[in-house]
């Protein structure tokens, strides 16, 4: 049973925008943590950005000012808009959503969507 679904990935030229959906298909989702991941060929996955279930939104010190992430809980959704791409922005990105930790159980992870920066 699938998840999360991870969309709005594609090619971009460097400057462009794009922004990335997560679809949950989870209830209670508005309990969840959210993450955007990305991970580029050859390396670790890495964090792009976090959400809590209060709203609360840190990011990768290179994403900065870049990126923003968001959520509508009425729509299970969460966003990751991205502005201000550069080729090294070119990875698999996907979504992870951590319920409370009291719950004890584990997190999901979406199947990722392609983000491709180039001329």
């Known amino acids: 049973q699938v998840r999360l679904v991870e969309s709005g990935g594609g090619l971009v030229q460097p400057g462009g925008s794009l922004r990335l959906s997560c679809a949950a298909s989870?209830?209670?989702?508005?309990?969840?943590?959210v993450g955007w991941y990305r991970q580029a060929p050859g390396k670790e996955r890495e964090l792009v950005a976090a959400i809590t279930s209060g709203g609360s939104t840190n990011y990768a010190d290179s994403m900065k000012g870049r990126f923003r992430i968001s959520r509508d809980n009425a729509k299970n959704t969460v966003y990751l808009q991205m502005n201000s791409l550069k080729p090294e922005d070119t990875a698999v990105y996907y979504c992870n959503a951590d319920p409370p930790t009291n719950w004890g159980t584990s997190s999901y992870w979406g199947q990722g969507t392609q983000v491709t920066v180039s001329s």
């Open positions: 989870l209830r209670l989702f508005s309990l969840y943590a």
